[in-house]
């Protein structure tokens, strides 16, 4: 299990969040203490030893769970309604190999189980619970997804940005340059960049953005960085080609027309840019 937790706020109650697989799961324990705070290892065990929950639980192992224990699960079911059954977490993971739940022992232990299990439960403590805990949830997805998003950015101008810059250093920079002198070679190679994907420089949109921080850069979407970051791969090809700046330049704006339309259409490139992605958090 992911030592990274999360956690969302459901009527007052802080459920923990964790990962698993890269699946998440999510901490049962804490969704009990809306029934009833000092008992929730009763609260989780009454629901598990339901003929319901078991059958829920066997089923949701066998889609996902490939070691999963099929002749235990149904001796576990047969045994269900009888007097005094009790199913603990920990009996039915040693018992089926389970892996939609888990035990964690310490400190910051409990119970969680895989989210599709962990709704399942929630609904049984209450209907408007678990409307809370799905909208919770999603609205974490999301803020992750936006994270995602912000991530291939840097990663994508990291390995860029080292490709263009030792083009421009191979083929056009002379020997016994100044440090501004260099400088003011890389800016301009970076203007042509700007000016074929934006229209303008950045002194340009700095000029017309005095109260904006950062540059120009900082406020593309996903698409444009894609198309930004094909396009100092490119650039650096036709500087090893020798091609001249101007022609550079032309050919360049018609690439990033070119390839704009198709990411502005793709669907996959789309969810990595979700509304309000520059909105402060």
């Known amino acids: 299990m992911s030592k990274k937790k999360q956690k969302i706020d459901i009527k007052g109650n802080e459920i923990t969040i964790v990962k698993?697989?890269?699946?998440?799961?999510?901490?049962?324990?804490?969704i009990a203490k809306h029934k009833n705070p000092e008992a929730?290892?009763?609260?989780?065990?009454?629901?598990?030893?339901?003929?319901?929950?078991?059958?829920?639980?066997?089923?949701?192992?066998?889609?996902?769970?490939?070691n999963f224990n099929v002749t235990e699960f149904r001796n576990i079911k047969n045994e269900s309604g009888s007097n005094g059954f009790i199913l603990s977490s920990k009996n039915w993971i040693n018992s089926?190999?389970?892996?939609?739940?888990?035990?964690?022992?310490?400190?910051?232990?409990?119970?969680?189980?895989?989210?599709?299990?962990?709704?399942?439960?929630?609904?049984?403590?209450?209907?408007?619970?678990?409307?809370?805990?799905i909208k919770e949830f999603q609205r974490l997805k999301d803020k992750e997804l936006k994270q995602l998003?912000?991530?291939?950015r840097r990663n994508l101008t990291k390995i860029n940005y080292r490709i263009h810059t030792d083009?421009?250093?191979?083929?056009?920079?002379p020997k016994n340059l100044s440090k501004k002198q260099i400088s003011f070679i890389y800016?301009?190679?970076?203007?042509?960049?700007?000016?074929a994907l934006f229209g303008k420089t950045a002194k340009?949109?700095?000029?017309?953005?005095?109260?904006?921080?950062?540059?120009?850069?900082?406020?593309?979407?996903?698409?444009?960085?894609v198309c930004l970051a094909n396009l100092e791969n490119l650039n650096a090809v036709f500087i090893n080609d020798g091609l001249q700046q101007s022609d550079r330049l032309v050919k360049l704006n018609q690439i990033a027309?070119?390839?704009?339309?198709?990411?502005?259409?793709?669907?996959s490139v789309k969810m990595l840019n979700p509304k309000n992605e520059n909105a402060d958090e």
């Open 20 to 30: 698993s697989d890269n699946e998440d799961y999510i901490s049962i324990t804490d």
């Open 40 to 66: 929730t290892g009763l609260v989780i065990s009454h629901w598990m030893s339901t003929r319901y929950t078991i059958e829920f639980m066997g089923l949701w192992e066998k889609m996902h769970n490939p």
């Open 96 to 133: 089926t190999n389970a892996i939609g739940i888990i035990a964690k022992a310490g400190r910051y232990g409990g119970t969680y189980a895989h989210k599709d299990i962990a709704f399942e439960f929630a609904s049984w403590i209450s209907a408007e619970f678990k409307l809370f805990l």
């Open 149 to 152: 998003g912000w991530d291939i």
């Open 167 to 173: 083009a421009i250093k191979e083929n056009l920079i």
């Open 187 to 195: 800016a301009n190679e970076a203007d042509v960049l700007n000016m």
């Open 204 to 225: 340009q949109w700095r000029e017309e953005n005095p109260k904006e921080k950062g540059n120009i850069r900082d406020y593309a979407n996903v698409s444009q960085l």
């Open 257 to 267: 027309i070119s390839q704009m339309k198709i990411l502005l259409s793709d669907k």
